[in-house]
């Protein structure tokens, strides 16, 4: 039995794609003479600076075509630029939060108890999408309450442009061999590098040899970040702009906001299927994971938006 998984191991490996040799970083520079060792420019930081801009660009798009909200346009250049700085503010604190509380709580409260300075140690990794978007929600509430502007339509500029961001950190995520698959037998599995380096970020890139280590046992396991850059990011990115620019979606307030939110929780509750769980997270039904059970409230809050927005304007809240 052991010989036949071996040559069942060989047969899938050989039959896999192999992930591409590239660096984690697009950008390494040597600082050594201010005393600050080596800085890397990292795809994933790169991804979400341009997330960032391509939302603040997306959104002065919009704010400009004051035709597309049926009146006038809910913000002004200004306010954008003021509401996308709370927004990373929202993003950051929320993520961490999040991860903290739906993850490291139930699961990792001896790592908390050993250090609870842990919590704010950012830089050692530990987001939490949904605890962003939660985040991302109490800062548009406080914004769209400071300024007078009115919420949902703010929500739909903050519904349409999120998908480009959470498009190229997905992206961002498979360049650094991280948040891959489950294993998987098909032609569509690739060989993820899994081997550990101490002090590495990823763990399974070698930074003083610059290579990608293999611990030697890696199976064939799903792209699914690539998978969830398409059905979180870019799929709600096109849906929504043809719903906006052809059909006049931002004239009901809300309605981008709130289908942005279903799209996002069907998107990644299917990725889940194909994503590996976290292994610390235990406790779930097989068919359910901690991706799934934090969309739940995406797809509530999703169905209450855009019942609210398809209501006869008098009766809207």
Known sequence: MTELLMMMGVYLNQAAMTFPEWRPAILSIDLGFLGLGEFHLRWYALGYIAGIGGAWWYGSQLLKREGLWGAKAPLSQEGLDDLMFWIIIGIIIGGRIGYVLFYMVPYQMDVLAADPVTVIRIWDGGMAFHGGIAGVALVLWFFAARRGAALLSVGDIAGVTAPIGIGLVRIANFTNAELYGRHTGSSAGMIFPEGYVPGSTP??????????????????????????????????????????????????????????????????????HFRAPDPFVSGLPEWLTMGMLLSAPMWLGGAWLIWNALKPQEKRI
């Open 203 to 272: 763990p399974a890139f070698n930074w003083d040899t610059n290579e990608w280590v293999y611990s030697g046992t890696e199976m064939p396991r799903f792209p699914s970040q690539l998978y969830e850059s398409v059905l979180e990011g870019w799929l709600p990115l096109i849906v929504l702009s043809v719903l906006i620019w052809k059909f006049g979606a931002l004239k009901r307030p809300g309605l981008a906001a709130g289908l942005f939110l279903i799209m996002y929780g069907v998107g990644r509750s299917v990725a889940e």
